[in-house]
């Protein structure tokens, strides 16, 4: 059974940061490319960052400089650093993980509020 869990959302003041973590089981984890999403409400779920199997890494405009994707395969992890964080970042944020099959985690939300 495939899962992909999140976790590390909350609430958090603009200018703060904080670090969310997707656990992969079930799946050859080295083999994925895993990605980073997010979507607002009534908004279109959008890409946030992507880093391959093999590491490199892509970053939406919107967050360039402000986030950086990371992933740990000893761990089954994928972890999505999160500075700089402004209002227009609240969402909630998913994992996803391709390969030959697609995944999604169910998401955790990240709310930049004062």
């Known amino acids: 059974q495939v899962q992909l869990v999140e976790s590390g959302g909350g609430l958090v003041q603009p200018g703060g940061s904080l670090r969310l973590a997707c656990a992969a089981s079930?799946?050859?984890?080295?083999?994925?490319?895993m990605n980073w999403y997010r979507q607002a409400p009534g908004k279109e779920r959008e890409l946030v960052a992507a880093i391959s199997s093999d590491s490199k890494t892509n970053y939406a405009d919107s967050v360039k400089g402000r986030f950086a994707i990371s992933r740990d395969n000893a761990k089954n992890t994928v972890y999505l650093q999160m500075n700089s964080l402004k209002p227009e970042d609240t969402a909630v944020y998913y994992c996803?993980?391709?390969?030959?099959?697609?995944?999604w985690g169910q998401g955790t939300q990240v709310t930049v509020s004062s």
């Open positions: 079930g799946v050859i984890f080295r083999r994925y490319d």
């Open positions: 996803h993980a391709r390969w030959t099959l697609q995944f």
